[in-house]
């Protein structure tokens, strides 16, 4: 049994199969690509300005990523919704490293879904491109079980991180309410843990 501090997960025999990695951007082209793996990765919308848009399509969102894993799976350990971006930490089944697929789908089927009214640059008219999500996310490849409790702590408390709530379980979009269901998290997890940030927003 692995434990970190306030945080006991039981020992899941899937986690033997993780790829160790190192972080890496789209922006560098570079992936590490493993058989299958665990992944954390941070979604953002182009217009972060006073955008609340994740938050008020938030049924729309939920509609689309089921969609997407019915057709393509994946397992959903990690999820937090704000209102500009989201972050996730994912699971792609043995010998699939496509997650370029699944986010595209995503992305693409909620603009879709979406009134054709958001600001565009000339290069996205140019390539008929939609302006709600920016083209490019982080993504990381966890190594190990000590980084899979770090990023599924990062992404609870990321609420509270932006001023949105007090506490990890005032948050409706997130998976923590899972967590905390399944014993792994106390109700009052999040005020008393320090700041051990991945570098990312």
Do not use: C
């Amino acid at each position: 049994m692995f434990i970190a501090p306030y945080v006991i997960l039981p020992y899941e025999p899937h986690l033997s199969a993780w790829q160790r990695g190192d972080w890496h951007r789209m922006a560098n082209y570079v992936r590490m690509w493993q058989p299958g793996g665990t992944w954390f990765f941070t979604v953002v919308l182009a217009d972060r300005h006073n955008s609340h848009l994740l938050v008020e399509q938030i049924d729309l969102l939920r509609s689309v990523v089921r969609e997407v894993k019915a057709h393509h799976p994946f397992r959903i350990h990690g999820w937090v919704v704000l209102p500009d971006h989201l972050h996730a930490l994912l699971e792609l089944p043995e010998g699939d490293t496509d997650f370029p697929l699944r986010w595209r789908q995503i992305k693409s089927q909620f603009s879709r879904a979406i009134a054709n009214e958001e600001a565009r640059s000339e290069s996205r008219w140019k390539r008929g491109e939609r302006g709600i999500w920016q083209r490019r996310y982080w993504e990381h490849l966890i190594r190990d079980q000590e980084d899979f409790v770090r990023h599924l702590d990062y992404i609870h408390r990321n609420p509270v991180k932006h001023g949105l709530v007090t506490a990890p379980g005032d948050w409706p979009y997130s998976t923590f309410h899972r967590w905390v269901a399944s014993g792994h998290y106390p109700p009052s997890w999040g005020n008393l843990i320090a700041s051990d940030e991945p570098g990312i927003t």
